[in-house]
């Protein structure tokens, strides 16, 4: 985590900004695309449970319909007794109905191309091997055919109306609508990258003038005598209500703190030179005088007591000393 943190923070803000935005619109996105996806699965396996409801409904009718509708002779086919299922008419293309008695299946059929054939023979031993009737539709995934929403229901005696209704359609529809969300997501991302991009480098446009006013009075040769400071952020990067005019402002008053110490300092200076030139200008003279006059004096030294050589030799030395001082000052 640190170490993210550090690459994180390693980054310009533009970037930061990029990714951050990017990702709160994936996000945002993915979890859009994902309760829509959901949502249409829903809607979808609702549909074709409606209509696989419908189908085992027509299925129930024919067979019932067959049972008690007297041939030609006027007798009334068996109880159990069912026709071709591959002749019944108002299925759906694509469905499968099969007839189970006593736990085997009697008949298939599977509509397709307009027409009805017997459903293949591994779709049927799944079919069988599975239990019926049931209360709410099931997905089973019948070989060679597909996913099936499939239903059983009650029939006369030991009997099981199976149902099924193919989910390849209806899935071939969630599938392409997944790939359209997928798709119009990127897109959106991209132009969300972009215009962070160009919305970001315009708002910081203003800092990288204060950065570049910042660089300009890094270069000045800035001493004693030059202490001026020119520079300026700007009037239209210095509305202290944006937070870059802020930092503009604020620079550019430190900028005139710093140019009013420099110029406090070079005054200072000014005044410290002037008060050493004149000081050093009225120290020469009385010391000049008190070397003339103890030089004057010791013309006649052969009078003068012991004491008063003593006192002549170091008033002398301390002179020149003074007048060493002055000259280093």
Known sequence: MTRVLGVWRSWTLLRQLVVGVSAVVIVVLL???TLSVLSLRSSVLGIIDAQLSGSADGFSHAVAK???TPDASGERPATDAMKPLTQLIGQAPGNVIVLIQHG???DSAYFVDGEARPVPEAALAKIAEMSWPDVEPRTVAL???GYYRMIGRPGDGAEVLVTGASREPAWHAIVQQTGILVGMTAIALLLTALCTVAIVRHALRPLGRVAATAAEVTAL???REQH???PRVPDRDTDPRTEVGLVGDTLNRLLEHVERALGDVAASDRRMRQFITDASHELRTPLAAINGYAELT???SAMLPETTEYSLARIEAEAHRMNSLVADL
């Open 143 to 145: 070989p060679e055919l």
């Open 298 to 300: 010791r013309q006649d």
């Open 228 to 230: 001026a400071i020119t």
């Open 31 to 33: 979890t859009l695309g």
């Open 104 to 106: 085997e299946v009697v």
């Open 66 to 68: 067959y049972r008690i």
């Open 221 to 223: 040769p800035l001493n």
